[in-house]
């Protein structure tokens, strides 16, 4: 089992800018973060964003050209770089590592999973709440 650790969250005003960090006890093929937000339950978790070990990456259509994901191979650590905030990415961010590498061609690829079956392994999350 991969150990995570996120840091970075915090609270921002809309329009601005956060950058979060996953460091794993290792690095896997496909790794990612997922949101939930306030009040939602584990089955309306979702995804953001998930980079592989070449690079490849894939994006949410609700982050896209706003959070940039990035990766240091040589510290196990992915980042998450968001932009231009707004009040609906208010969530808590998870890290997640061991993921199916078609998650990392296409962020939509667990979409209607989540509560009906368990999947990677995941960090404790850290939140993120932007305020209008």
């Known amino acids: 089992q991969v150990q995570l650790a996120e840091s970075g969250g915090g609270s921002v005003q809309s329009g601005g800018s956060l950058r979060l960090s996953c460091v794993a006890s290792?690095?896997?093929?496909?790794m990612g973060w997922f949101r939930q937000a306030p009040g939602k339950e584990l089955e309306e978790r979702e995804a953001?964003?998930?980079?592989?070990?070449?690079?490849?990456?894939s994006y949410a259509d609700s982050v896209k050209g706003r959070f940039i994901i990035s990766q240091d191979k040589e510290k196990n650590t992915i980042y998450l770089q968001m932009n231009s905030l707004k009040p609906e990415d208010t969530a808590m961010y998870y890290c997640?590592?061991?993921?199916?590498?078609?998650?990392?061609?296409?962020?939509?690829?667990?979409?209607?999973?989540?509560?009906?079956?368990?999947?990677?392994?995941w960090g404790q999350g850290t939140q993120v709440t932007v305020s209008s």
């Open positions: 997640a590592a061991d993921l199916a590498p078609r998650f990392c061609r296409n962020a939509a690829y667990y979409n209607g999973v989540f509560g009906s079956a368990t999947f990677g392994d």
């Open positions: 290792r690095r896997t093929t496909c």
């Open positions: 953001v964003a998930g980079i592989d070990t070449d690079s490849r990456t």
